[in-house]
């Protein structure tokens, strides 16, 4: 590989012979069709090229840029329409299990399932929010947020009674729905929600909790309106299902005086949760503030039934090995 000087002897030979070949010559001497990074054993000279290498990267890929942009205002509304840019969510793999909205067969498993009392109106959700085993302040202080923006929520620490033991307490009170917030070294990790009286139960594995304090630019503490929910991407039935699991959580008729909506968000098999109000600036434009508290939950295992660690019969387990073959593949 030639050196610092023979590049600088190599630029100077090139611009005798015209701009274009003065800009176009070290360009080829640096990098020649089979030039590869990796192939030069000086370290410093191998990230100096490297670095080289980049920033022509991004010239090229700007002109480039420029120039259709450029063909594009020549040819007017003859220009040919822009591609679309491959994506994971565009090149996904189809699933046999995609919801058709006017599927007949849908329609019925919806009107006979465990959630068609509440989406018929017939039941309040009533929500019993509690955690592991004597859980520390963070889990504490995020379950008092989470029972903040859940309408008709309550929060009930355990001090050794085992969750076989709640849940007929639970169902003998008339609550709807359970959460369990697990930790582990003082962090919230897991969140199991039980559908009851019947089930059915879904165990989550949750990351990147944020609370209030330590969102930046939130708003102000949420009010006692009752929210919005908006469920994006759930399109298989698995996903359908988890989908009318978080609906059944919150009342019905939201209140849209209170500006707040709570979005639960499916990208990848990761659920977003995000808490937000709206802010009108004008007539016309609307932005959003975020409230808080925020996180990010991966579904496990979809169990029938109430919550049974050992005799429980499962709908769906995520298997790692088996699974996960494909990042193009998804479940929810």
Not at 90 to 119: G, I, K, L
Request: aromatic share 10%; proline share 7%.
């Amino acid at each position: 590989m030639s050196g610092p000087g023979s590049m600088a002897s190599g630029a100077a030979a090139g611009s005798a012979d015209g701009p274009a070949d003065a800009a176009r010559a070290p360009e080829q001497a640096l990098f020649p069709p089979g030039f590869s990074v990796s192939e030069i054993k000086n370290k410093q000279r191998r990230h100096f090229m490297f670095l080289r290498w980049k920033q022509q990267q991004r010239k090229d890929k700007l002109a480039n840029k420029r120039k259709r942009k450029k063909e594009r205002e020549a040819l007017g509304d003859k220009a040919p329409p822009k591609p679309v840019p491959k994506t994971i969510e565009n090149q996904r793999v189809y699933d046999e299990t995609t919801v058709d909205p006017n599927d007949e067969e849908v329609a019925f498993d919806e009107s006979t399932d465990e959630f068609a009392p509440y989406f018929n109106r017939q039941t309040v959700p009533r929500i019993l929010i509690t955690t592991s085993d004597r859980p520390r302040g963070r889990t504490v202080r995020f379950c008092e947020q989470l029972s903040t923006i859940i309408p008709n929520s309550h929060v009930y620490y355990r001090r050794g009674l085992a969750l076989k033991r709640i849940i007929p307490q639970c169902i003998s009170r008339d609550f709807t729905d359970l959460i369990v917030i697990n930790e582990d070294r003082k962090i919230p990790n897991g969140l199991v929600l039980s559908h009851l009286p019947d089930g059915p139960t879904a165990h989550f594995r949750m990351s990147s909790v944020r609370l209030r304090k330590e969102i930046k630019r939130k708003g102000k503490a949420p009010t006692e309106h009752q929210p919005e929910v908006i469920l994006n991407n759930f399109t298989t039935r698995l996903g359908h299902s988890i989908g009318r699991m978080f609906a059944s959580l919150f009342p019905h008729d939201p209140q849209f005086i209170g500006r707040q909506v709570a979005t639960f968000h499916n990208q990848r098999d990761y659920i977003f949760f995000r808490f937000h109000r709206y802010i009108f600036k004008s007539e016309k434009k609307v932005g959003i503030q975020e409230l808080g508290p925020r996180f990010t939950l991966k579904l496990r295992s979809l169990q029938k039934g109430t919550f049974d660690s050992k005799f429980g019969e499962y709908e769906w387990i995520h298997k790692h090995r088996e699974m996960d073959t494909s990042r193009r593949k998804f479940h929810l």
